[in-house]
């Protein structure tokens, strides 16, 4: 069975920078195309930005240009890089495939202060 675990969240001011931590176990990580998503309070879960077994990515649009994402297959982990963090971007950060999803893991929270 495929386990997700998340991790390095935390409380940042706003400007500040985060990175996260996705480390997939019971895969084929290499070959698959991941993403990374996040549900804020009282809102449904969305995307933030995928990438595929090449390293290339996307993002949504509110995220592109300060969120990167890039994976380590040897370590079967794929990282978000969370940069000029604003209010908006508290959630709780989940990590999972981009289509037919796994099981959620619990992902790790992220708050950004004014």
């Known amino acids: 069975q495929v386990q997700l675990v998340e991790s390095g969240g935390g409380l940042v001011q706003a400007g500040g920078s985060l990175r996260l931590s996705c480390v997939v176990s019971?895969?084929?990580?290499?070959?698959?195309?991941m993403a990374w998503y996040r549900q804020a309070p009282g809102k449904q879960r969305e995307f933030v930005g995928v990438?595929?077994?090449?390293?290339?990515?996307n993002y949504a649009e509110d995220v592109r240009g300060r969120f990167t994402i890039s994976r380590d297959n040897a370590k079967n982990t794929m990282y978000l890089h969370m940069n000029g963090l604003k209010p908006e971007d508290t959630a709780v950060y989940y990590c999972?495939?981009?289509?037919?999803?796994?099981?959620w893991g619990q992902g790790t929270q992220v708050t950004v202060s004014s």
């Open positions: 999972n495939r981009a289509v037919s999803y796994y099981n």
């Open positions: 019971g895969s084929t990580f290499s070959s698959t195309v």
């Open positions: 990438i595929n077994s090449r390293g290339t990515t």
